[in-house]
C-alpha cells in the first residue's frame, strides 16, 4: 500500500549516459514533484506537474526532461549524465497546489561515475 | 523568490529535554509552512504544519509556532525520544504552483 514510489532506489551509471527514474502515486493527487536533494542534504524543487500540465520549471539543465503519461505517474528522464547530477532524487505528490501537503516518495540515488 | 533560513544546523539533546530549531522566511506572500522529518536513507515526512491564518498549533509532543510580521516560525520538540533523532526541515509556500522553498535542514541527535 505504498502511497508514492520510485524505481529505482539506487543507479549507479558513467558520464554520458542517459538514464530514468520512474515515479508512481496511488493517492489519487492531482499534482506531482520531482525534487533534488544534494550531498549536504539541500532540498530544491525541480519541476511539478498538476493534472499533467508543467506548472512548475526550475533553472534545471535541459537535459533534464520530466514526463506525466497520466496523473499518477511522473517520470525524469535525464540525458548525458554529468557527475554534478549525482543527488537523490525525490518524487512527491499532493493534491491540489495552493498549501497542500506533500507527500514524498523513498528517494533514487543516482550515482554517476 | 522566497528564501528560508534554518537555525541550528546540527542539535544535540538529552532524552527528555527539548528541542527547538528556527526558520526566516523572505517572501511576505508565503502562508504555508510545513516541518519534514527526514531519517536516514527515507524521504522527507510531513510531521506538523502551520498556516498564515493561525499563530500556533500542536500535536503531542510537536509544537510549531508563526510570527507573520518577523517572518519566523519554529519547531518545538518536548520530551525527546531518542527515536526523534532525524535531520529535519522547515518550507515555506505561498507562490503559484504550491512551490515548497525548504531550509537547509537541522541534524538532531537524541542521546539516552
Known amino acids: 500500500d505504498t502511497a508514492v514510489s520510485q524505481t529505482p532506489k539506487y543507479l549507479v551509471t558513467q558520464m554520458g549516459n542517459d538514464k530514468s527514474i520512474k515515479c508512481e502515486q496511488n493517492l489519487g493527487h492531482d499534482t506531482m514533484y520531482w525534487y533534488k536533494q544534494d550531498s549536504k542534504k539541500f532540498l530544491k524543487i525541480m519541476f511539478s506537474y498538476n493534472n499533467k500540465e508543467l506548472i512548475i520549471n526550475e533553472t534545471v539543465p535541459n537535459r533534464f526532461s520530466p514526463k506525466s503519461p497520466d496523473k499518477a505517474h511522473l517520470n525524469l528522464h535525464i540525458n548525458s549524465l554529468e557527475l554534478g547530477d549525482s543527488a537523490v532524487y525525490f518524487c512527491?505528490?499532493?493534491?491540489?497546489?495552493?498549501?497542500?501537503?506533500?507527500?514524498f516518495g523513498p528517494g533514487t540515488r543516482l550515482t554517476v561515475t | 523568490g522566497e528564501n528560508v533560513e534554518q537555525h541550528p544546523s546540527t542539535l544535540s539533546v538529552q532524552e527528555g529535554d527539548s528541542a527547538v530549531i528556527k526558520c526566516t522566511y523572505s517572501?511576505?506572500?508565503?502562508?504555508?509552512f510545513p516541518w519534514y522529518k527526514q531519517e536516514l536513507g527515507k524521504g522527507p515526512q510531513l510531521i506538523i504544519d502551520?498556516?498564515?491564518?493561525?499563530g500556533e498549533k500542536k500535536d503531542q509532543r510537536i509544537a510549531v509556532t508563526l510570527n507573520k510580521t518577523a517572518k519566523h516560525f519554529s519547531l518545538h520538540i518536548t520530551e525527546t525520544q531518542p527515536e526523534d533523532s532525524a535531520v529535519y526541515f522547515c518550507a515555506a509556500s505561498g507562490g503559484a504552483g504550491n512551490k515548497l522553498t525548504f531550509g537547509g535542514g537541522t541534524r538532531v541527535l537524541v542521546k539516552p
Open positions: 512527491a505528490s499532493s493534491q491540489g497546489t495552493g498549501g497542500a501537503e506533500q507527500y
Open positions: 502551520i498556516r498564515s491564518n493561525v
Open positions: 517572501d511576505s506572500a508565503s502562508n504555508y
